[in-house]
């Protein structure tokens, strides 16, 4: 079974991605995939700065981070849009893991791994217009990012009041099956 690390790139509690992400997690769970599904709040990290590295060296939260990267094949990331693009909480986490350590170049974390990305907004847009700057990050990093990508609009209208599940998983479901799928496949060669 192929591990798969999980996260929003929203922290707000009541965010959509929150709710997506842990639609995702379902759909993988049940696809064969197996999750670390983490909370970026529980890492909190400061704003990158050269300096700061040079004085202080990683954070501990960046060397956590970086050993569960490590550590998993895949990656699974639902994220909110800002402005066209990808929030500062998810760049500056994902330019953390990427900084080297110790001699060990900071691609290390990212390579060998595949990646599902998603977006959920109540727009019409659902985060569409930042999918492709997340993307376009993961590759440079040397990840592979599938070419199927998951974006919701309306979200506020797309989960169940009830229970908080996706409403039409349908799609969901299908991208989770192809990652875990890949992440195997890629584990296997």
Do not use: C
């Amino acid at each position: 079974m192929p591990k798969i690390l999980a996260f929003s790139g929203s922290i707000r509690r009541d965010a959509w991605n929150r709710k997506l992400i842990q639609a995702a997690v379902d759909a993988t769970r049940a696809a064969g995939g197996d999750v670390t599904l983490i909370d970026l709040a529980d890492y909190p990290l400061p704003l990158y700065n050269g300096d700061l590295e040079e004085k202080d060296g990683l954070p501990d939260n960046a060397l956590r981070l970086k050993a569960l990267f490590k550590s998993h094949g895949a990656l699974l990331i639902a994220s909110p849009e800002y402005n066209s693009s990808i929030p500062p909480l998810l760049k500056n986490t994902i330019d953390w893991v990427s900084r080297e350590w110790q001699g060990e170049s900071g691609l290390v974390p990212y390579q060998n791994k595949v990646a599902a990305i998603m977006a959920a907004s109540p727009g019409q847009f659902g985060g569409m217009r930042m999918l492709p700057h997340l993307r376009q990050i993961l590759n440079t990093l040397g990840v592979l990012v599938l070419p199927g990508q998951f974006s919701l609009p309306s979200a506020d209208k797309a989960f169940d009041e009830e229970n908080g599940a996706l409403k039409s998983p349908a799609r969901l479901h299908d991208l989770m099956l192809e990652l875990v799928n890949t992440a195997a496949a890629l584990k296997r060669a």
